[in-house]
């Protein structure tokens, strides 16, 4: 009785323990749960710009030069003792009345009967005569063999229209040298119209502290260009010793 009656209680703790672990399963709604792998990846997001747009460059690289790198020198260098600028002097009508055509192409015909000189020309040209030169035009075609007076009458010129009319730009430049030794210079008288240089007129002297050097020329210009001449600058060049 008692084998039997233990049968028992064992038979029913064991349908009990089972009973106890079964979950039955549930018939309510569930939510679905989706898992991502950890190895999964986002492809990148290209991005065009819109059709007109322009693309943004890039910076350029800043570039470090190192010290020790070698530096090329400036071929022109103002030399520390360039003379002393003491006068510059642009006088324009160095005539009150305008000479005639036809007297300047006696002067000077390589000037006047060139078809490219002058300021307006797509490539400017000009020239400038010595004072020599200039002197001996007043001795040839003047009465006081002087500035304003009297031009001479050329025969040939008779008759002749006066067009186009002609003058002269007188540049004067006086320099006190300070180089210590005597030097040879490149004087360069540059003169400008519109700011640019259209013409540079050089010459090479051999400076001298204590002697001052004077340099005079002039400029055959037409009436209607005389004015296109704004300025004139004077560089210097140290020839080497």
């Given at each position: 009785?008692?084998k039997?009656?233990?049968?028992?209680?064992?038979?029913?703790?064991?349908i009990?323990?089972?009973?106890?672990?079964?979950?039955?399963?549930?018939?309510?709604?569930?939510?679905?749960?989706?898992?991502?792998?950890?190895?999964?990846?986002?492809?990148?997001?290209?991005?065009?710009?819109?059709?007109?747009?322009?693309?943004?460059?890039?910076?350029?690289?800043?570039?470090?030069?190192?010290?020790?790198?070698?530096?090329?020198?400036?071929?022109?260098?103002?030399?520390?003792?360039n003379?002393?600028?003491?006068?510059?002097?642009?006088?324009k009508?160095?005539?009150?009345?305008?000479?005639?055509?036809?007297?300047?192409?006696?002067?000077?015909?390589?000037?006047?009967?060139d078809?490219q000189?002058?300021?307006?020309?797509?490539?400017?040209?000009?020239?400038?005569?010595?004072?020599?030169?200039?002197?001996?035009?007043?001795?040839?075609?003047?009465?006081?063999?002087?500035?304003?007076?009297?031009?001479?009458?050329?025969?040939?010129?008779?008759?002749?229209?006066?067009?186009?009319?002609?003058?002269f730009?007188?540049?004067?430049?006086?320099?006190?040298?300070t180089?210590?030794?005597?030097?040879?210079?490149?004087?360069?008288?540059?003169?400008?119209s519109?700011?640019?240089?259209?013409?540079?007129?050089?010459?090479?002297?051999?400076?001298?502290?204590?002697?001052?050097?004077?340099?005079?020329?002039?400029?055959?210009?037409?009436?209607?260009?005389?004015?296109?001449?704004?300025?004139?600058?004077?560089?210097?060049?140290?020839?080497?010793?």
């Amino acid at each position: 009785m008692k084998k039997r009656s233990l049968f028992l209680v064992f038979f029913v703790i064991g349908i009990a323990t089972i009973s106890g672990c079964t979950q039955p399963e549930s018939t309510g709604n569930t939510i679905p749960v989706t898992t991502i792998p950890a190895t999964h990846s986002i492809p990148p997001l290209t991005v065009s710009p819109p059709q007109g747009s322009s693309a943004i460059a890039a910076a350029e690289p800043t570039i470090m030069v190192p010290d020790n790198f070698p530096v090329t020198e400036q071929t022109t260098r103002i030399a520390s003792d360039n003379p002393y600028l003491e006068n510059l002097q642009i006088r324009k009508r160095t005539f009150e009345d305008s000479i005639p055509d036809c007297t300047m192409q006696e002067a000077f015909p390589a000037i006047v009967n060139d078809p490219q000189y002058g300021i307006q020309h797509p490539q400017p040209k000009i020239s400038a005569i010595s004072l020599d030169e200039y002197e001996k035009f007043l001795r040839e075609y003047t009465a006081g063999k002087a500035e304003n007076t009297r031009l001479l009458t050329i025969s040939r010129c008779i008759g002749t229209s006066p067009e186009p009319l002609w003058n002269f730009i007188e540049l004067q430049v006086i320099l006190d040298p300070t180089n210590i030794r005597p030097s040879n210079y490149t004087i360069s008288q540059d003169v400008r119209s519109k700011g640019i240089i259209i013409a540079q007129f050089k010459t090479t002297r051999t400076l001298v502290i204590d002697h001052q050097v004077k340099l005079v020329s002039y400029i055959p210009l037409k009436m209607d260009e005389l004015d296109l001449v704004d300025n004139v600058g004077v560089t210097f060049t140290r020839l080497p010793d």
